[in-house]
T-cell receptor, first 113, second 111 residues
Framework: KAGVTQTPRYLIKTRGQQVTLSCSPI?????VSWYQQTPGQGLQFLFE???????NKGNFPGRFSGRQFSNSRSEMNVSTLELGDSALYLC????????????FGQGTRLTVV | SQQGEEDPQALSIQEGENATMNCSYK?????LQWYRQNSGRGLVHLIL?????REKHSGRLRVTLDTSKKSSSLLITASRAADTASYFC???????????FGTGTKLQVIP
């Protein structure tokens, strides 16, 4: 059974640009959550999608958005990048929302210069 | 903001010793999970304990949950160098089970 796949693994962008990150969950999983991890703030919850609908949202500005497709794959978009957006972005999939264990991808390391 | 706070922030022990990490949280929960993260990589799920459970075991791991004190502990027995990693607790709460991670404990096991 394939695990959670995040692409790309590494990304370097310039301030002001936008970026799209992709997450393919484990087959059969319908919930996808996104997290931002930085040394200073730790693991911060961004949002969760279940059956193509955003179910939960963390405290991030509107520049951070996401969506989920009918095959449960999810994308996360960050517009007008700032230096502080440099982080490891982790995606997690689970069968349902939060009740069961979440399986994490290896993450996308985003560097904004 | 973080729901959970792990204590200690860092822990260094000799191989073969036991390691205990604690997690305190603020609001009522439906479940609590522990994860391990090796440097800069994804998180690996270790164990989930529900709010109506008090103790759970999985191999060398033992997790306890005290909902009256809003705290949990993770015990790793007979630690190995491969256990070197950061350990996070994550609480699930709310109607759609929003999962919130703690600040993490960095464990170093010295061979």
């Amino acid at each position: 059974k394939a695990g959670v796949t995040q692409t790309p693994r590494y990304l370097i962008k310039t301030r002001g640009q936008q970026v799209t990150l992709s997450c393919s969950p484990i087959s059969g999983h319908r919930s996808v959550s996104w997290y931002q991890q930085t040394p200073g703030q730790g693991l911060q919850f961004l949002f969760e999608y279940f059956s193509e609908t955003q179910r939960n949202k963390g405290n991030f500005p509107g520049r951070f958005s996401g969506r989920q497709f009918s095959n449960s794959r999810s994308e996360m978009n960050v517009s007008t990048l700032e230096l502080g957006d440099s982080a490891l972005y982790l995606c997690a999939s689970s069968l349902r929302t939060g009740q069961t264990e979440a399986f994490f991808g290896q993450g996308t390391r985003l560097t904004v210069v | 903001s973080q729901q959970g706070e792990e204590d200690p922030q860092a822990l260094s022990i000799q191989e073969g010793e036991n390691a205990t990490m604690n997690c305190s949280y603020k609001t009522s929960i439906n479940n609590l999970q522990w994860y391990r993260q090796n440097s800069g990589r994804g998180l690996v799920h270790l164990i989930l304990i529900r709010s109506n459970e008090r103790e759970k075991h999985s191999g060398r791991l033992r997790v306890t949950l005290d909902t009256s004190k809003k705290s949990s502990s993770l015990l790793i027995t007979a630690s190995r160098a491969a256990d070197t990693a950061s350990y996070f607790c994550a609480t699930g709460s709310g109607g759609y089970q929003k999962v919130t991670f703690g600040t993490g404990t960095k464990l170093q096991v010295i061979p």
